[in-house]
């Protein structure tokens, strides 16, 4: 099946010239003539070597004199500070000039990166970017990871009017200086003093600036991956981008594989495996992904999305193959759509179909934490689900504050009022208290809330910091929440102390 969207006009802003203007004179003077200027990726210096430009389909050498010293200082006098990970820019632009160093500190070489702003290019996933669910954006360097993060950010804060937070680790986003380019719209930038603390501003950015949405640039680390998750589960959408080409490079990465979910063997009984066909120890996915839908980016012009990353994961493991939604854009810019050839099979432990799970309550979480949600109908022993798609959903839970302004996605979901229930927050406790009162269960008391208010407010404070926490004494009924709050978050913890002392420590 296929489908065509209209056509979109692609507009690219480069500030071409004020890259030009720092570059040697004479690297300048042969540079400037060629005829597929527009088309420039980088411009290389190195010391005692001619100086190139390169091209997507071709390489030029820049004169016949090898670059030298003054060269060099000619350039490095004329950008921005080179950060701890040998990085610089040009103030207001997305240009980016990347050193090499001798074992001295001293230059030997530049990479000027040509940074542009792509107007429209988001329009080929833009229904997936607005839909309000968590994007992760995998493809190899140099494909338009970062002009697409840019570029959705810019549509959500200006046209769709949320409050969009970039985390800058390396200022390619919203370019060099103080000023974020233009080219992200009214959303708004926290740049990050070094990429070891990249992880504590993403949450730096949840606590103090309350996003809807945070965008962010190469997620590559467990803690970084701890805090994307720890983002998702207050209801903040996140797009970012992480290191991979491929849903199966995500899967065999250790560290980020948490991502999808999380990765571990199970051992299954006798007759289980004979009903599933498979050995005994086999690997599942541990939880629910930080990300719903993780788009693969195989060029600028041809995308393939997986729309329920759960569910093709889980297909994944047990050896059927990943059949993702192929978008292409055409070359007079509409976007021809090819649904998958066949869906994925039912997995053993698939959404029931209506007839057979009419007594248990289906339930949906628009913008409100999955994992959350599944670990208080388990705790709480109710006859509810969590199901992946609104249509076969009994009820809809969301935020209140959402509710109120409406959004296109949720207004399709109030065709039947009655099935939508808004609540106060996005914290265990709250989800809990939304069970309670819908399967008329007696209410958590105020000292279980606000023990677990405590455990939620220590885990983002590990996170950020890799440091541990005491919360403060409780009896063993606390403790055991708070226990199982810390091990939802990947975190380790224990309890010390003796008696009416006694306490659970939350560790990295």
């Not at 490079?249 to 979910?261: E, F, M, Q, V």
């Not at 004494?473 to 978050?489: C, K, M, W």
Request: charged share 30%.
């Amino acid at each position: 099946m296929q489908a065509t969207s209209h056509a979109t006009r692609i507009e690219i802003t480069d500030n071409l010239d004020l890259l030009l203007m720092v570059l040697p004179p004479r690297v300048r003077h042969e540079i400037e003539p060629l005829d597929d200027l527009p088309s420039l990726l980088e411009v290389v210096l190195d010391l005692g070597r001619q100086p190139e430009a390169r091209f997507p389909w071709r390489t030029v050498e820049l004169g016949r004199d090898p670059v030298t010293r003054e060269d060099l200082d000619y350039m490095t006098a004329r950008i921005g500070t080179f950060t701890k990970d040998n990085r610089a820019g040009i103030e207001r632009t997305l240009h980016r000039i990347s050193a090499l160093r001798n074992r001295l500190g001293e230059f030997v070489g530049l990479t000027c990166r040509v940074g542009r702003a792509v107007y429209g290019t988001v329009e080929i996933v833009r229904d997936v970017v607005e839909s309000g669910r968590s994007v992760l954006l995998l493809g190899r360097p140099g494909v338009g990871k970062t002009t697409l993060l840019r570029e959705a950010a810019r549509v959500l804060a200006d046209d769709l009017n949320r409050r969009v937070v970039i985390v800058d680790t390396s200022n390619e986003i919203a370019g060099d200086g103080d000023i974020p380019h233009p080219g992200i719209g009214r959303a708004r930038r926290m740049q990050v003093p070094s990429p070891e603390r990249q992880h504590a501003v993403m949450i730096e950015a949840v606590e103090n600036h309350m996003p809807e949405v945070v965008v962010i640039d190469e997620i590559g680390t467990e803690a970084e991956a701890l805090a994307a998750r720890t983002i998702a589960e207050r209801g903040v959408q996140l797009i970012a981008t992480a290191h991979g080409i491929s849903l199966d490079n995500l899967i065999s990465n250790p560290t980020l594989a948490d991502l999808l979910g999380g990765i571990h063997a199970v051992t299954l009984g006798d007759e289980e495996a004979r009903r599933r066909r498979t050995q005994k120890t086999v690997l599942e996915r541990k939880a629910p992904p930080t990300f719903d839908v993780l788009i693969e980016i195989h060029d600028k012009d041809r995308f393939a999305v997986h729309t329920d990353v759960a569910q093709v994961v889980d297909a994944v493991l047990r050896g059927q193959a990943a059949r993702p939604e192929i978008r292409v854009r055409r070359p007079d810019g509409s976007v021809e759509v090819e649904a998958p050839s066949s869906t994925v099979p039912p997995l053993p432990h698939a959404e029931p179909t209506p007839a057979a799970a009419r007594h248990v309550l289906r339930i949906f979480p628009y913008a409100v934490s999955r994992e959350r949600l599944e670990r208080a109908i388990r705790e709480l022993g109710v006859d509810a689900m969590v199901c992946t798609q609104p249509r076969n959903a009994d009820v809809v839970v969301t935020l209140r504050a959402l509710a109120k302004k409406r959004p296109k996605k949720l207004r399709e979901l109030l065709v039947d009022s009655s099935r939508v229930h808004a609540i106060g927050g996005n914290t265990q406790a709250k989800i809990a208290d939304f069970l309670r009162e819908l399967f008329e269960l007696p209410a958590m008391s105020n000292e279980e809330q606000q023990a677990l208010r405590e455990a939620e407010d220590a885990i983002a404070t590990v996170i950020a910091h890799r440091e541990p926490v005491a919360l403060n004494p409780q009896n063993p009924h606390f403790r055991r929440l708070q226990h199982q709050l810390a091990e939802a978050h990947g975190l380790a913890s224990e309890s010390t102390g003796r008696g009416p002392l006694r306490r659970v420590v939350i560790r990295p």
